[in-house]
């Protein structure tokens, strides 16, 4: 899987996340690191929509930038997660393209497990016409 990645901070997070996408066999495209959080989750969200990227992965301090930034790029549905079960959440039920979470909180192991739900779960298609009603 191709995957945008920006971060507006490197941290160790930031670093192991990189990371554990690389060693799943994932292609990881940094395209915002240190930028200020609204371009990372602009050029994020534009790298999603383009289809550069199958999804993207954006990080701030609290991810609430990242993911209002990400979210203004037309066919983006970035999701701001604290934990695995909402990242499942949030690609079962609203098909998000983009997972959002937040650096001052979340540790490796909570952002790892997010990742791993986020790109493991499929959309149920129960939910499609449900999902089909943001555009």
Same mark, same amino acid.
């Given at each position: %899987?191709? &995957?945008?990645?920006? @971060?507006?901070?490197? @941290?160790?997070? !930031?670093? $192991? ?5 690389? #060693?799943?066999?994932? @292609? ?14 602009? /050029?994020?969200? #534009?790298a *999603?929509?383009?289809r550069?990227?199958? *999804? ?7 991810? !609430?930038?990242?993911? &209002? ?14 934990? $695995?079960e !909402? ?5 079962r ?6 997972l959002?979470?937040? /650096?001052? /909180?979340?540790? &490796?192991?909570?952002?790892? #497990? %997010? ?5 493991? !779960?499929?959309?149920?298609?129960? #939910?499609?016409?449900? &999902?089909?009603?943001?555009?």
């Amino acid at each position: %899987m191709r &995957i945008a990645f920006g @971060t507006d901070e490197v @941290t160790p997070v !930031t670093d $192991a996340v990189q990371g554990r996408l690389r #060693e799943a066999g994932h @292609t990881v495209d940094a395209v915002a690191v240190g930028d200020p959080w609204p371009d990372v989750g602009r /050029l994020v969200g #534009e790298a *999603v929509s383009g289809r550069a990227a199958d *999804v993207g992965v954006v990080a701030c301090w609290t991810g !609430t930038g990242v993911s &209002i930034a990400a979210n203004k790029v037309d066919g983006v549905r970035a999701a701001l997660c604290t934990d $695995a079960e !909402t990242a499942r959440g949030a690609r079962r039920w609203n098909d998000a393209n983009v997972l959002a979470f937040g /650096l001052r /909180l979340t540790s &490796i192991e909570v952002a790892n #497990e %997010m990742v791993d739900a986020f790109l493991t !779960t499929a959309v149920d298609a129960d #939910e499609r016409a449900v &999902i089909d009603r943001l555009r």
